[in-house]
């Protein structure tokens, strides 16, 4: 018994030490450049929407579906509000409403389409990313716009506390949301059941299919929030705002789910994953890597952590056993 608790306590903390161990070395290597706060601020900062639509990616997962279509909502969210805000004139607050109101709307017809007609989420949300990706290109007419409301972009970026932009706190408190809700609420608890085992979860009474549609949607809803965050950044959006998102938000869901608590998508490892793979490449690149360090560096951290993620539940399975 004390040795699997020690076993566990090992597993969850692997991850932290590593990246503390990859910010020493950093540090070390380049101690001008690496080791600042303002590097770190600028990380943290930066680095927000991946974890948002980290985030986001994980509700449905923890049910056992699939959303390949949240990078490209982040894209459409974000197009949209610049369209309305610049060339249509409406207030902010209400062109951010209107994104995340079509983020909403995205993700019902992705858990329509997989729950009511039996599609499997891969197959539903890569069409629906395509689609998605096709309406931004069209409504943005291919250019990037620019000009979106310095209210927007104050309330992001430039407001600051302890010296870190407003944004890193933003992603701060979805992830502490997310776990409360994981953690502490009955819907939080169902979505865990399903995950694990939706014939059992169907047994027990739970309305699954209701459940899976519901975070397919809360899913797409905080991508659209991700693409909020973006256009608050830059001051603009374009065709391909968000797009490059994907790969490395999945490198991080399913690298967090190795770490805090191993063998279940988890946001705090979310947030922990998604800055050891942004630290990890900052610290590559100030060091000499080049660009095609970066895919490298999150394809590798996706076989590795979904690798990782396989041994974590064989050992379990056999431990049962």
Known sequence: MR????????????????????IVIFSILEPDAFFSWSTASSLLASQTVLVVVTLALIIPLTTGDFDLSVAAVVGLSAVTIAILNVERGWPV??????ALLLGLIIGL??????????????IVTLGMSTVVAGLTLWISDARTITGVSQNLIEL???????????????????AAIIWYVFAYTPVGQRLLVVGRNREVARLSGMRVGALRIGALAVSSVI??????????????????????????????AFLGSTTIQPGRFNPWGTMIAAYFLVTGITGLQLIGGRSFVQNLFYGGALIVAVAFSQILKLRRERRRG
């Open 156 to 174: 992001v970026i430039r407001n600051r506390f302890l010296g870190i932009p407003l944004e890193f706190y933003y992603g701060l408190a979805l």
């Open 109 to 122: 017809i992705n858990g329509a389409l997989t729950v009511l007609l039996g599609i499997e989420s891969l």
């Open 93 to 98: 607050g209400l062109a951010i409403l209107a």
């Open 223 to 252: 991508a659209a929030f991700g693409g909020v965050l973006i256009v608050g950044t830059s001051g603009s959006a374009g065709p391909a705002t968000g797009l490059d998102l994907l790969l490395p938000a999945f490198a991080a």
């Open 3 to 22: 040795r699997n608790r020690r076993a566990k306590r090992l597993e969850a903390g692997t991850l932290p030490l590593v990246w503390l161990g990859v």
